[in-house]
DNA sequence: GTTGGTATCTGTGGA
DNA sequence: AGATACCAAC
């Protein structure tokens, strides 16, 4: 007890552990020992005489909140077990159990994965008769997310006119009434999907019924976050509405490093490390910058710092090792995707022959997940045990679904996508169209589609099998309060028709379904008997309902799945997946132009920066040997597609890699020269042709006038606007639809610099 | 309503 | 290439 953990820690790490009052910014580089502080101060603080349970930390991941917990656990014992460790969305779920009936939402509501919010946009589509072509699902199902992640309600959303400019200008002019249907329609099935967990919460503690906030913000006197920069708007609200009011300790520590912010992509901004830093300086805000690198040697933490920096905007850091050079950075060269497979897989054996590696020690890390194939090929020739991770988990497996939306049906009726799944299989004789009908009516009567099931017009045979559904989902229902989560399961997967179905396919794949089920139903007599597993109510109590097993699953990955067995085999993973992780030797693959950087960030400077942050967070999971390769072609879509080497390759300092002839690398930051600067990445917009813009600028000539795709300008360009003259863009920023640029209008001389919006703009591009 | 074949689309990351 | 969406025939 009590033991000399703050003799582990380097000074700075120490000073970050030990102010535990007050606002905390902890910028933590790669290998940096972030989780240690982390833990450490968790541990000190409940040391110094604080309760667990008044402590909370949020995390991005079930696995870094579980090894925070144990870590915990290593220092001050079981007490650990009553932290409120846990990640955004199910320390959220738990809060929100208890108070959902505040909030209009029974306390067994649903969580709606992606594939669920689809199902219900398509339907909504649909139904509102719009091009399905024009209305992607997934485009709107985003732009929801965005809007409840920046905490615009569908009613701020009907408001915003830039917003339905945007949409209009995407051919989508409905997508406000799409978003406002979909709300609705969650709400009547009592369902939430990732984001309302989050956005629901925030309007509780908005609302503050019952004086809901003042209870939380009581109850929590220290809060903690891990991984801040990937913290969006509504994330940071809530932590704020938790901790920042008047009277309160501020007792709030963040744990971040933007040059690791991987996930602007779904609404994550460092903006938040840039905000909280102001929001809190009036109250004494503590930072402290975690530089010294302990996992990985020099040559590797020197190719990161020298990468990170062709970005822009960055916290000044720098991350140095101590623990020597190490080898350097190898790069390899292939003809064909085929080719990088063998020769990364060569270079695997060579690694656990030359330096005794086994495979847990090595990774292949790619930019997305379906490189993995290749690999796998190659390794299982040659015998190396691997395991891929990511993709399909077991829970988004069909059988596994289905099961699991007959279980969400016993639990909450209401559930409209769990009832479409599961009505007409096993086959009863109700098709689309009848499902379509009861919608139709369920929506016109303001009720559930459940409710409107006993009514439903249908032939005889037909209704006796609905009856019987019916009939066997009730009385599921009623033994949950009293009998276990398993032996309901049981008792719904024969009743249902589920089991007979599966065991009547004897094919192969069919057998697999069985077994898949089988093992589900494992999973829930386990959850339900086992103490490993322990899902804590609001109070601290281990809850074993079926309700809680169906909200604990829908927050789980497959990451926290398969990490928990040992064995030995090679780590396959996107970067993404990788973060946080480390592998004496790693491999980068695809390092190509279009894929690593994603054709997807290709096009805006702000993509290209996270993408070359995610090529840094790959580059600094390795501790001792890092490999990068690219091929010149690989086949996608079943057709060979030739691409360039990734300019991440060309940012390599050459002193840093093995000379091969392929490879020129970049020069470091030292052996740069000046010229070479100046026409570096390092030159802002500002500055670019400042002083040459055309005086007396001449009016603008309409009939000649071309608008540019709005995609097309970037900074530094000079552009010409019809009403504001000749200009030059100075800034852009946002992403994809939303990007806004800063131009200087020399002609607008009331105000020069105009922020326009480039989705609705016409601007044509003059050099 | 169901079945099976063909057209179409896909192209990042994940709680 | 592989999954899904859509349509025509049963």
Partial sequence: ??????????????????????????????????????????????????????????????????????????????????????????????????????????????????????????????????????????????????????????????????????????????????????????????????????????????????????????????????????????????????????????????????????YAFRGATIQNILDFEEDFKPFGIKTFKLEQNYRSTEHIVQTANEVIMNNRRQIQKKIWSDKGEGHKVKVIKAMTDNEEGKRVTDTILEHKNRFHLSNRDIAILYRTNSQSRIFEEHLRRYNIGYRVFGGLSFYQRKEVKDLIAYLRLVVNQRDEEALRRVLNYPKRGVGDSTIEKLSAQAGSAGKTMWECLAALDAGAKAKKAIADFVQMIHSAALRVPTDNAYEIAVSVARGSGLIDLLKSDTTIEGMGRLENLNALLDGIKSFVEEDTISVLDAEGNSDRSLTAYLQNIALLTDQDENSAEGGDFVTLMSVHAA?????????????????????????????????????????????????????????????????????????????????????????????????????????????????????????????????????????????????????????????KDNRIATIFFKAAEDDPKKRIMLKFAKLQIVS
């Fill in 1 to 262: 007890m009590a033991s000399n953990y703050l003799e582990e820690l380097n000074d700075v790490q120490r000073q970050a552990v030990v102010n535990i009052d007050g606002p905390v910014l902890v910028v933590a580089g790669p290998g940096s020992g972030k989780t240690r502080v982390l833990t450490y101060r968790i541990a000190h603080i409940i040391e110094s005489g604080v309760a667990p349970w008044e402590i909370l930390a949020l995390t991005f991941t079930n696995k870094a909140a579980r090894e925070m917990k144990g870590r915990i656990a290593k220092v001050v014992g079981d007490r650990a077990e009553r932290v409120w460790a846990g990640t955004f969305h199910s320390i959220f779920a738990r809060i929100l159990r208890v108070e959902a009936d505040k909030i209009g939402y029974p306390s067994s509501f649903t969580i709606y994965d992606t594939e669920d919010t689809n199902s219900v946009i398509g339907a909504i589509i649909r139904e509102m008769n719009l091009d399905k072509n024009a209305y992607n699902t997934s485009a709107i199902r985003s732009r929801i997310s965005a809007a409840k992640s920046a905490l615009i309600t569908p009613k701020l959303y009907a408001d915003n006119e830039e917003l339905r400019q945007q949409d209009r200008q995407a051919a989508r002019p409905y997508t406000y009434e799409i978003y406002e249907k979909y709300v609705a329609r969650c709400k009547r099935s009592g369902a939430m999907d990732f984001d309302d967990l989050l956005y629901r919460l925030y309007e509780l503690f908005q609302r503050n019924p019952d004086g809901i906030l003042d209870k939380y913000r009581g109850k929590f006197r220290y809060v903690l976050v891990d991984e801040f920069q990937d913290t969006n708007q509504l994330q940071y609200a809530i932590i704020r509405k938790l901790v920042n009011f008047d009277g309160s300790p501020r007792n709030v520590c963040v744990v971040g490093d933007d040059a690791q912010s991987i």
């Fill in 579 to 735: 973060k946080g992780l480390e592998f004496k030797s790693v491999f980068v693959v695809g390092l190509e132009e279009k894929l690593f950087p994603s054709f997807m960030a290709s096009d805006s400077p702000e993509g290209l920066d996270e993408e070359r942050r995610l090529f840094y967070v790959a580059v600094t999971r390795a501790e001792q040997l890092l490999t990068l390769s690219y091929a010149n072609s690989r086949y996608r879509f079943g057709q060979m597609r030739f691409n360039e080497p990734s300019r991440f390759l060309e940012e390599v300092p050459r002193q840093h890699a093995e000379s091969t002839a392929h490879f020129r690398g970049s020069q470091s930051t030292a052996e740069r020269n000046a010229p070479e600067q100046a026409s570096g990445a390092k030159i802002t917009g500002n500055f670019v042709r400042r002083g040459t813009a055309v005086s007396g600028m001449p009016a603008v000539d309409a009939a000649n006038f071309k608008a540019s795709p709005s995609d097309s300008i970037q900074k530094g360009m000079r552009v010409l606007h019809l009403k504001f003259g000749e200009g030059e863009v100075l800034e852009v920023e946002g992403n």
